[in-house]
Structures are given as C-alpha cells and as structure tokens.
C-alpha cells in the first residue's frame, strides 16, 4: 500500500541554524501539507500546498517557514533560524481531493531545537 | 472558544465494550468531518470521514455528524485492545486546511 515517508525521523539542531525537513507524498496525490505536533498538543495546521504554490497557511507560517517541491517527488519545509518553540513532530500529509478531507499522514520528523 | 473541542480522556474500557468519542465545533463553515487514529509516536491514520450530516459506517467504526448541534460522533462496537490509541477529530471547511481536536487517549482493556 502506498504511503507518505518523511526523513530525517528525528533532527536536532541549534537555536538559530536552518533545517530542511523532507516528504515524499503518495504518487498520484496532487495536494501537499505540513502540520506540526508539540509534545502534548493538538496536531496543528501550517501549510497546504498545490499547483507549485502554496494555497493556504496559517498563522504558525510566518516568514521563517518556507516550502517548496523541488522535484517531481519531494515535498520539503525549510525552518530558516530555529527557535526553541520549533521544537516539535512536524507531520507531512497528502490527499488526491481538494477540500482538505482524507488526508493520508507520514510518520513525523521530530525536531528538537537547543 | 476554543474551534474544535474534545474531550482528552483518558478513556478506559473493557475488551467488547461500545465506544463513544465526540468532539464538538463552533466553525459552522465546517463541512468535512474525519476520525483520525494515532499510535504513540506516529503520524495519524485516516479512520473515516464524513461529507455534512448523517451516518456513515465501516466495520466496527461508525461515524455520526449532526451539523445543526456542531456534534459529531465516532462509535467502535466490539471494542479490542488493539485499538488502545489516541483518536483524532478533525474537520475542514473545505479550503484545503483541517483543524485537529485535542485527541481521547482510549485504552481498551483484555
């Protein structure tokens, strides 16, 4: 069965370093996302992703984050100057459909920031 | 008020046990409905979900939406330890974004 995978599974970096945080969505899906899970918290919306641009974000993607899809296959977050309260599970998902429904999640990179 | 909210448990029950998991919603905008099961340190598993009001059922699972009330519903009949997870309720007005509840942490004893 298809499925989303995410690499690294778990990054540590320093405070104010930049990380890249990489998804390979299921093949024929056409909409990307990023979500992000402090410990202990709700899963959190940041960023969907169609067409090569982004189509919605949330008050959590700030000018610090940025996607993109360099490829044909890949799906990345780049964090530019970490900060301790990036520290989290950061989640890739994607779907076939439009509308934000049926999303299909990977495993989760975890990123502690020092 | 909190956009969506659910009940964070935790939820014990014994093995065959009827579940019941809610979440309610203030966003009336909301349209998508969907039940997500999540393991412990693990993305979330799409369950089910559910287009506006009504049922829908799979299996065990059943799905339950009341838009009029902003209450939704997931029931797991015959309840097994192999569904001791956290359980996610999310929804989507329809613009490519899902707003996750807190998620019940269910443990279902043998």
């Known amino acids: 069965e298809p499925e989303v995978t995410q690499t690294p599974s778990h990054q540590v970096t320093q405070m104010g370093q930049e990380v890249i945080l990489r998804c390979v969505p299921i093949?024929?899906?056409?909409?990307f996302y990023w979500y992000r899970q402090i410990l202990g918290q709700k899963v959190e919306f940041l960023v969907s992703?169609?067409?090569?641009?982004?189509?919605?974000k949330s008050e959590i993607f700030d000018d610090q984050f940025s996607v993109e899809r360099p490829d044909g296959s890949n799906f990345t977050l780049k964090i530019r100057s970490t900060k301790l309260e990036d520290s989290a599970m950061y989640f890739c998902?994607?779907?076939?459909?439009?509308?934000?429904?049926?999303?299909?999640f990977g495993p989760g990179t975890r990123l502690l920031v020092l | 008020q909190k956009e969506v909210e659910q009940d964070p448990g935790p939820l014990s029950v014994p093995e065959g046990a009827i579940v019941s998991l809610n979440c309610t919603y203030s966003?009336?905008?909301?349209?998508?409905f969907m039940w997500y099961r999540q393991y412990s340190r693990k993305g979330p598993e799409l369950l089910m979900y559910?287009?506006?009001?009504g049922n829908k059922e799979d299996g065990r699972f059943t799905a339950q939406v009341d838009k009029s009330s902003k209450y939704i519903s997931l029931f797991i009949r015959d309840s097994q330890p192999s569904d001791s997870a956290t359980y996610l309720c999310?929804?989507?007005?329809?613009?490519?974004?899902?707003?996750f509840g807190a998620g019940t942490r269910l443990t279902v004893k043998p």
């Open positions: 998902a994607s779907t076939a459909t439009s509308g934000g429904r049926d999303q299909y």
């Open positions: 093949s024929n899906h056409l909409y």
């Open positions: 992703f169609y067409n090569n641009e982004i189509s919605e």
């Open positions: 966003n009336s905008a909301f349209q998508y």
């Open positions: 559910t287009y506006s009001s």
């Open positions: 999310a929804m989507s007005a329809g613009h490519n974004d899902m707003r």
